[in-house]
């Protein structure tokens, strides 16, 4: 997530693809951190960064800088390798670039109109997908190998989304989720579902990738507002729950689990069959559960659902409740980590367990390096 207010002293945050470690981009340099200990792993003083991406828990990162010195152009991708602080492989572009993805065999290029697929280890070319205009470089990618897909907006006057094999290289599906242009939408881990918000930002929809027309749809409220970001719980089959966070300042959970019982419950029922699926969906709160000033209002961030637990609620044999880890990265410069919880009698709870600055945090001592760097140990580049 890159900022667009040089006013913020965070210009980039972005979660590795398992959410073990998180990286941001300042005016300065850019920082690694520990999602876990919150704990500095590495920072290099090179320059403003406007993306850096890390590809899991290897030392490989992709860094574009914001332009403010000639070598840090926009326009030019580099692969860093932070164990020998060396750049491995630079690529040039003739408009900037605007968001980068990565799995183990797959590195992603977005730009305005166009979009680049290469192999990661040869770096070769291996599809050019041409775009409708993108400015903000809106996407979502799923970097399991199985279900690695990447969507993309489709349309500048609606809410439509084009969803890619980046694997087989084809173009999986088209779905139409919106009446107003996308400006948020993520995929779950394995590419099963997509999760998108518009530009009116009241309603968010998740569909399943492999059938466009079936859908679930959640109202996050009656007023316009920005949605930020939207994150899936990290489960390997159907994700209990997906994150939402907007201008307004406030986190919103909404429970698929429960979308999928109250339907069960309704489908043999007159009501059922006079209101359509989704409008119910929309429309019932059982689901849905708000903390209100999570962050500032109108301060971007970016959130996640970086881990969930089911446990056994010991007054009820069998009954399981939920609770979940949300991590958050303010452009402002915080790290907050919130505890979710929700029982069996859907009754929700909130709580702030962490929260540091990370423009202030300091490595360990003998981390230093000649070149200004902090080194640690990772795996080796993929």
């Known amino acids: 997530m890159a900022s667009q207010s040089s006013s913020c002293p965070i210009l980039c945050a972005s979660f590795n693809q398992d959410n073990s470690c998180f990286t941001i981009g300042t005016k300065e340099g850019f920082k690694i951190f520990d999602s876990n200990t919150g704990k500095l792993l590495y920072e290099r003083a090179a320059g403003a960064f406007i993306i850096v991406e890390m590809l899991y828990r290897s030392s490989l990162l992709a860094i574009v800088g914001a332009g403010e010195q000639p070598s840090l152009s926009p326009r030019r991708l580099c692969l860093f ?60 990618f799923s970097p399991c190998l199985d279900g690695s897909f990447l969507a993309l907006p489709a ?57 466009a027309t079936k859908s679930y749809s959640f109202r996050r409220g009656t007023c316009p507002s ?57 429309l019932d709160p059982a689901h849905h559960h708000v903390l209100h000033n999570a962050v500032s209002a109108g301060v971007k961030s970016n959130t996640l659902i970086r ?49 540091f600055n990370l423009l202030t945090i300091t490595a360990d001592k003998g981390g230093n390096t000649r070149d200004g760097a902090r080194k640690f140990r990772l795996e080796r580049p993929m």
């Open 226 to 282: 920005i949605i930020y970001s939207l994150s899936f719980a990290p489960m390997t089959g159907l994700p209990d729950i997906v994150l939402a966070t907007s201008s307004s300042g406030s986190a919103h959970i909404f429970s698929l689990s429960n979308t999928l019982n109250q339907r069960t419950k309704r489908s043999s029922g007159l009501f059922a069959s006079v209101i359509p699926d989704s409008v119910c969906d929309a």
């Open 81 to 140: 390798n932070t164990m020998t602080g060396v750049a491995l492989q630079e690529l040039k572009f003739l408009t900037s670039i605007l968001a980068v993805r990565m799995n183990k065999q797959r590195l992603i290029v977005i730009l305005q109109e166009k979009t680049f697929i290469y192999d990661i280890n040869s770096l070769k070319i291996l599809d050019t997908i041409d775009t409708v205009p993108n400015s903000r470089g809106h996407c979502a």
């Open 307 to 355: 881990k969930t637990d089911k446990v056994s609620e010991p007054s009820t044999s069998g009954t399981v409740a939920l609770r979940a880890t949300i991590s958050v990265i303010t452009l402002a410069g915080y790290f907050m980590e919130y505890g979710y919880s929700v029982n069996y009698q859907n009754e929700s709870s909130w709580a702030l367990e962490r929260e």
């Open 155 to 211: 349309s500048t006057t609606k809410g439509s989304v084009l969803v890619y094999n980046v694997m087989d290289l084809h173009l999986h599906c088209e779905i139409d989720a919106h009446r107003s242009p996308l400006t948020s939408m993520a995929l779950s881990s394995r590419g099963m579902y997509i999760a998108t918000a518009s530009e009116q930002g009241t309603i968010v929809r998740v569909h399943l990738v492999s059938d």
